[in-house]
């Protein structure tokens, strides 16, 4: 894979759509309550305590210029980009997404879902430097740092129990050696946290793409989704759409996809120009072809075609 996203003319939909089909999981959604710290790869003598945390519990962290550790946890980093992350950070730096992967990301395969993602670039020879947005003063971009900056020292696992209507969010407190913000005396709830580290507008547009690598990672524990792989194609479709919304966007306006997927008027009206509403389209549109989710519709003479091949191939197989 390369940090070029594939060009859209590259792809056609209808053709993605079959492959797709070809290669969903047919499975439940799995329970995972008791094997969370397995599918995050949490081992109980890693810095992370495998404690949940939720929105009211309470721990003991502040971080401010004055801590011996100042700017320790910002060199050596390795740090994945949420797709909001990149629509923030590149707004920022005055770049399209395409500049700002090229310049400051290096693709790389999320740990647990093996799914593609984008990872800042550390500065150094060994690219073990600091990120490229440290300073000694602090962080150059703070008012739009990436989301794993704000949520540290906590992290967040987002997982669907069976029987339960919505998605369930957890909390673990991440404690490095080197972190001294642990023994500053101050104490707040994780809502609280949140709130002030500015996580909410991250949350909100990043939850279907935090869905899809939790999904993911998580039917890899527990032997889904029927040991088969999205397949390289997918792959790069999946990684265009989370890290490049100028390509998704000539992907949708551009090949077959609104002659394949029911997108009413008004949606294509606001996707034109809204990136947050774009990401939730490509976010609906990869739930669709990687779980078979409803969370998209064929037109109804895509359907009709595909239910007639599926016939041929049944007529022809039997
Ligand atoms: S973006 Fe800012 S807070 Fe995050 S690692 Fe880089 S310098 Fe540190
Ligand atoms: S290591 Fe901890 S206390 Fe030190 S600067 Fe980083 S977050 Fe703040």
Partial sequence: ???????????????????????????????????IAQS??????SPIQPVRLTETDTF??????????????????DLTLTPYDILRLSKRLDL??????????????????????????????????????????????????????????????????KDMEGKDDFYFLVKEEHCQGHKESKTQTVGEFRGEQ?????????????????????????????????????KKMFFMATTDVDSFRRFVFESKFLQTYHVDDTAQEIIKDDDEALLALAF??????????????????????AIARAREELAGGG
Avoid at 19 to 29: L, N
Avoid at 210 to 230: H, N, Q
Wanted: with cysteine; charged share 25%.
């Fill in 198 to 234: 500015g996580a909410f507008p991250f949350e909100r547009v990043n939850r279907g793409w935090i869905d899809i690598l939790m999904k993911m990672a998580s039917w890899k524990v527990l032997g889904g989704p029927m040991g088969k792989e999205p397949s390289a194609q997918t």
């Fill in 284 to 305: 609906d549109w990869l739930k669709n072809v990687l779980f078979n989710e409803a969370t998209i519709t064929l037109k109804e003479d895509v359907m009709q075609q």
């Fill in 60 to 77: 003991n962290f502040r971080c401010h210029k004055d801590v011996p550790c100042w700017n320790m946890c910002c060199r050596n980093i």
């Fill in 40 to 45: 995050l790869g949490i081992k109980i003598d």
């Fill in 96 to 161: 399209r997404p395409a500049e700002f992967l090229l310049q400051y990301t290096v693709p790389a395969l999320h740990d647990k879902s093996d799914l593609p993602v984008a990872k800042m670039k550390t500065t150094g020879e060994d690219g073990k430097g600091p990120c490229p947005f440290n300073q000694p003063e602090g962080c150059t971009v703070y008012e739009d740092r990436p989301a794993a900056c704000r949520y540290y020292p906590l992290g967040m696992v987002s997982v669907k129990m």
């Fill in 1 to 35: 894979m390369t940090n070029s996203p594939t060009p859209p003319e590259d792809i056609d939909p209808e053709a993605l759509e079959a492959e797709a089909e070809a290669q969903r999981p047919v499975m439940e959604d799995a329970t995972v309550d008791d094997k």
